[in-house]
């Protein structure tokens, strides 16, 4: 049953990609991974999930608490590496 379900999904594909004129962007050139803006975002998000974990953690250890970050800022992070993944033109190498 589970073959069959693929087969199905692949053949729905193709006909959803030639209907709404989908076509595949050839990457081209390589680039550093540092050059990587999608990479870059993704960097942020964890510097950020561990001060938020230091907060947590340590702050009424130690008897000061960090400032919180707003939830806004990540939904805003996860919007822009998704849309740096999105105009993204070249491979990282």
Known sequence: MKFLNN?????A???LKKKLGI???KMGDKKPW????????AAVVVLISVY?????QLGP???????DI??????LLG?????????????ID
């Open 7 to 11: 087969i199905m999904a692949k053949i």
């Open 70 to 75: 707003p939830v806004w800022v990540f939904t």
């Open 13 to 15: 594909g193709k006909i």
């Open 52 to 56: 938020e974990m230091v907060d947590l």
């Open 34 to 41: 540092y050059k990587s803006k999608t990479i870059l975002t």
């Open 61 to 67: 250890v130690i008897g000061f608490n960090l400032p």
């Open 23 to 25: 076509t595949e962007d």
């Open 79 to 91: 919007a822009l590496g998704i849309y740096t993944r999105k105009i993204a033109t070249k491979k």
